[in-house]
């Protein structure tokens, strides 16, 4: 015999095979009924554009679904759940080859095709599945890591899928050793299953004991496929549909509009306000707890849970899947009914989407905390007091810093920049300064920098000055969403009038608003971040830099540049102009960056002591041992700032505006 002849016997001691498709047939049934009450709850939900772009999804599909790259993320729990993942689709991929070449008679089990697939490989990934599943278990039984739900379902998954997956190990290697396979060495875990048993019993003991395992092994694989459906072993469905159908643009664009012609109510307060894909949400989360994990409310020590607010609506959901809701079942809206959707919670949020960012399967959390805040603000008239000071301020100066005492051009002094007002022609660049640039008295040595860097470059710019008012951000972000609306549709009008074409800030709130929000309201015009147009200008030879002895530099990365629009490099290529040593990182950088605590109308509230984020991010730059601490917006600057002079390193370290470091390193043209 050849390689060409190798093959097998599949149904060796195994007589009356037709009962096991007798089996096979309840079981899809029960499974199929899981999965069409699944399926019956999302339908149920407000549409949603989520299949658009297939070829995008797909390819959002092959990298995070198939190829798992947000769930490697966390390298252990990354490493058992690909184990686990490769390893049971190959052994389904296997079984539809024995199916294949026994039921239907196309012999494809043969030759190498046999011993290199069916054999050797098969073999080797279902270790490495057994192998993530042991790991899962050392984790969750041992490790103990908080993020994770704690349950018996989670256990007995594991459990099962041990033994399930072990005993197709033992039916293998028991074939192997009574019918002394002359190719069994392909399969090196069942070949060694048999050589120990071997030493242990005899032929006829194995097939005996083959016999009765092979029916076992059927019996517990087609129970836990009945069942899986009806527990958080769906995911494997649901995840891959809820990736697929994932969010293609920016997380800053993450957020809908409200229409106000035709809805009754606005915002989210019953289970039937929520979309499809929301639903969907709710199936596919896997409750690994990243979300909360990577929460900075929750991190330190305040009670909002972005997975408890999935958990919850998911479970909700399933009990109202079970009977029609009257208005009695939802009295009081999905805040009396979930703890974790209270109010008070809510508002701990500063919409940094670390929580969506954390997500290994696209739920998006930030979305439905939202559209919860919007039902308080807008159906309640429920918020907190320092938020609603800082929403009046905004109706009635244009701006949320009610407190503040400067103007909008306090900031120019000692510089000629005109107005959009003053001069007759549209410039090329209209440098929008921001409330936080030109109403906090610390920003506004930053934006006088920045301002001075573009006229050391010669960039034709312009400023609105008195006539510019709030973008908007932080109504949308509190829920206040008619708000928003007047004031961006009274900017754009601005931008309109002056023929604006565009727009340089250093805030990224800012930047986000123009860039994916704006648009969806009619404005036409190219928005820029600072670091990025700084870039620019040096790379053009319009700003000579010199590199200084600056020691140690850090750069947080405020959320709304790099998670919201995926910036990390622009302010980090400009630090490498201007530092000599470089720059050294946090644990938590980039797109995993820690909050400010300043986002989501948060800079208007009052932390309570010892669950400040600003503090808790101040600590973690602190230790990188830096000198400097450089930041890219105004929001940012001051949160940093408050917070490393909490921790009494305000003499020691700096904290530094991008275009502050940059003047410093400029040359005079």
């Known amino acids: 015999m050849n390689a060409a002849e190798a093959t097998r016997e599949v149904m060796w001691n195994i007589k009356h095979g037709w009962l096991m498709y007798a089996l096979l047939a309840p079981t899809l049934l029960v499974a199929g009924a899981g999965i069409y009450f699944r399926v019956a709850q999302w339908r149920r939900g407000r549409p949603a554009v989520r299949l658009d772009q297939p070829w995008k999804r797909l390819a959002h599909f092959w990298q995070h679904a198939l190829l798992q790259r947000r769930t490697m993320r966390k390298r252990y729990a990354g490493v058992f759940h690909a184990f686990i993942f490769w390893g049971v689709i190959t052994l389904v991929a296997a079984t539809t080859v ?105 032929d006829a003991v194995l097939q005996e004991a083959h016999w009765f395992l092979w029916w076992g092994h059927l019996f517990l694989a087609f129970g836990f496929i009945a069942w899986a459906p009806y527990t958080k072993m769906i995911h494997p469905l649901t995840s891959a549909l809820n990736i697929y159908a994932a969010n293609l643009k920016p997380v800053g664009a993450s957020l809908t509009s409200v229409d106000f012609e035709s809805e009754d109510s606005f915002g989210v307060n019953r289970l039937e306000d929520f979309t499809w894909k929301d639903r969907l949400d709710f199936d596919a989360c896997t409750e690994c707890g990243r979300c909360t994990e990577a929460c900075p409310a929750n991190g330190v020590g305040k009670r909002l849970s972005p997975r408890d607010i999935i958990l919850g609506l998911r479970d909700h959901m399933h009990r109202a899947g079970k009977h029609t809701l009257d208005s009695e079942d939802e009295k009081g809206g999905l805040a009396a009914l979930l703890p974790a959707l209270a109010p008070e919670l809510l508002w701990q949020c500063t919409t940094c989407a670390a929580c969506v960012e954390a997500c290994p399967v696209s739920i998006e959390q930030l979305p439905k905390i939202v559209d919860l805040r919007r039902y308080q603000v807008m159906e309640e008239a429920s918020v907190p007091e320092s938020i609603q000071t800082a929403m009046t301020s905004l109706e009635t100066r244009g701006h949320p810093f009610a407190g503040s005492r400067f103007s909008r051009v306090d900031w120019l002094e000692g510089l000629n920049i005109p107005s959009l007002n003053d001069t007759g022609e549209s410039p090329e660049v209209l440098l929008w300064v921001g409330c936080g640039g030109a109403l906090v008295e610390r920003n506004q040595r930053s934006t006088h920098a920045l301002a001075s860097l573009l006229q050391r470059a010669g960039v034709n710019f312009a400023i609105l000055g008195r006539e510019e008012s709030c973008t908007g951000d932080p109504a949308r972000r509190v829920g206040n969403e008619f708000l928003f609306e007047q004031l961006a549709q009274k900017n754009i009008a601005k931008f309109a009038k002056h023929q604006v074409k565009k727009v340089v800030t250093s805030c990224p709130h800012c930047f986000n608003t123009f860039r994916n929000e704006y648009p969806s309201l009619g404005a036409d015009f190219e928005v820029v971040h600072h670091t990025e147009f700084l870039g620019e200008l040096i790379q053009r030879g319009h700003l000579k830099m010199k590199k200084g002895d600056l020691g140690k530099i850090t750069f947080h990365d405020p959320c709304y540049l790099s998670r919201h629009n995926g910036i990390t490099k622009a302010p980090r290529n400009l630090l490498g102009e201007i530092s000599q040593e470089g720059l050294v990182e946090t644990k938590r950088t980039g797109r995993e960056s820690f909050c400010c605590g300043g986002g989501g109308g948060m800079s208007f509230v009052d932390d309570t002591a010892g669950q400040r984020i600003n503090q808790e991010r101040s600590r973690e730059l602190l230790n990188t041992g830096a000198k400097t601490i450089a930041v890219g917006c105004p929001f940012c600057t001051t949160m940093v700032e408050d917070g490393v002079g909490a921790e009494n390193a305000g003499g020691t370290v700096a904290v530094k505006e991008l275009s502050e470091l940059i003047l410093e390193a400029s040359e005079e043209a």
């Open 98 to 202: 024995v199916m294949i070449h026994h039921d239907f008679g196309v012999p494809i089990m043969r030759g190498r095709f046999y011993l290199y697939f069916q054999s050797l490989f098969v073999d080797v990934l279902g270790a490495l599945a057994v192998i993530g599943v042991l790991m899962a278990g050392f984790r969750r039984w041992r490790i103990r890591p908080p993020q994770l739900v704690y349950s018996d379902e989670a256990s007995w998954i594991l459990i099962l899928s041990l033994v399930i997956l072990s005993s197709g190990f033992l039916v293998e290697g028991w074939r192997i050793a009574v019918t002394n396979d002359p190719w069994g060495i392909w399969s090196p875990f069942g070949y060694l299953v048999a050589l120990v048993s071997q030493s242990l019993v005899s």
